[in-house]
Nanobody
């Protein structure tokens, strides 16, 4: 059974850090491009960061550049999103998504991603 499980969310103060994990089962993550999306209440889902299959190139939304880092551990079949210097506007449900042989240069179109995790809540508040 193909499955993505997102975890690591929580409540953190502004300026704090969290690391999200996206663990895959039923398929080998190494062949897939993986993206993190987020959706705040009343807003559309937006792409936050992406790591490509193949050349492992990465991409970040302007709003998170310099603060978030995406990485993958193929041995653990897991992709991570390290989030530093968190701001209240980062508050959202974060989702990971995967599609095979995908490069981030193709963009964050939601319909392009075949598999989705269930989401993990990130709340940044004092």
């Amino acid at each position: 059974q193909v499955q993505l499980v997102a975890s690591g969310g929580g409540l953190v103060q502004p300026g704090g850090s969290l690391r999200l994990s996206c663990a895959a089962s039923g398929f080998t993550l190494d062949y897939y491009g993986i993206a993190w999306f987020r959706q705040a209440p009343g807003k559309e889902r937006e792409g936050v960061s992406c790591i490509s299959s193949g050349d492992r190139s990465t991409d970040y939304a302007d709003s998170v550049k310099g603060r978030f880092t995406i990485s993958r551990d193929n041995a653990k079949n897991t992709v991570y999103l390290q989030m530093n210097s968190l701001k209240p506007e980062d508050t959202a449900v974060y989702y990971c998504a995967a599609t095979k042989y995908y490069y981030c240069s193709s963009g964050y179109g939601v319909a392009r991603y075949d598999y989705w995790g269930q989401g993990t809540q990130v709340t940044v508040s004092s």
